[in-house]
């Protein structure tokens, strides 16, 4: 943990990560502050970076994308140019929530959400297969979550 950070900027942040909308007099209510007190914290906390943003958390099924995926892709090549073509690529699908960069056997573990079967077969095999570079791909579909991101342990 941050030695810049005190135990009422960790209650702030974990008050935030439960409720982002969180009006400001109810979290300085909430971290036993004053208003005034608690803005100039929050905005600390934003100009340091630690809070980077915030976001609405959007429930996939409701919006149609019952389908969740985690897909191990394996490219040819250790190339910048290969690498970079396959980032850009995989940045520009909206079916990819994440992409991360891995080590091991794998190169890259991506997170993906779609409407259904043939909408995972279509991408899997006509558009993942086809990207810049990939050799391998191996998917894993998600029965059921049993916990979700919930933010930060603080």
Known sequence: MRPDLDRT???ILRELQRDGRLP????????SLSPT????RVRK??????????????DP???GRRVEAFVRVSIERQSRDVTLAFEEAIRARAEVRACYVMTGDLDFLLHVQVADLQAFAEFSMKVLIGLPGVKDVRSSLVLEAIKRDEGLAL
């Open 61 to 63: 099924a409701a919006l």
């Open 45 to 58: 906390l934003e100009d340091i970076g630690v809070i980077q943003r915030y976001a609405a958390i959007l």
């Open 37 to 40: 007190a608690c803005q100039r």
């Open 24 to 31: 400001m007099v109810e979290l300085a209510e909430r971290v």
């Open 9 to 11: 900027d960790l209650r």
